[in-house]
């Protein structure tokens, strides 16, 4: 299971720190990212990390997002900072057992990943 937290409402400019507290499977072991979906848009990938701690990141964030692990935790983390109003959308955390590219992960819309959480909505207002 996969529960993220860490959303809310905030200014251009200004930064979250989302999380994603998974259970029930090895945590090592998985590929780990982060997508998003805006209103009326394709849901998209923001941020990739394996187990390996290698990273990828989508061109729109890069700079801006951080994603990281915390594996004695079970943890999975997106710092976003100067956070824009085309940043607001649902969050999604999202694991994978497979040994998968991290950037095809996030160029794609991560259909047929195995594991999602429920979301996480971020509002970024100008």
């Known amino acids: 299971e996969l529960v993220e937290s860490g959303g809310g409402s905030v200014q251009a400019g200004g930064s979250l720190r989302l999380s994603c507290a998974a259970s029930?499977?090895?945590?090592?072991?998985?590929?780990m990212a982060w997508f998003r979906q805006a209103p009326g848009k394709e849901r998209e990938g923001v941020a990739a990390?394996?187990?390996?701690?290698?990273?990828a990141y989508a061109d729109s964030v890069k700079g801006r997002f951080t994603i990281s692990k915390d594996n004695a935790n079970n943890t999975l983390y997106l710092q976003m900072n100067s956070l824009k109003p085309e940043d607001t959308a649902m969050y999604y955390c999202?694991?994978?057992?497979?040994?998968?590219?991290?950037?095809?992960?996030?160029?794609?819309?991560?259909?047929?990943?195995?594991?999602w959480g429920q979301g996480t909505l971020v509002t970024v207002s100008s």
């Open positions: 029930g499977y090895t945590f090592t072991s998985y590929c």
């Open positions: 990390v394996d187990n390996d701690g290698s990273t």
């Open positions: 999202v694991a994978d057992s497979r040994a998968l590219a991290l950037e095809v992960v996030v160029a794609g819309t991560g259909r047929g990943l195995e594991v």
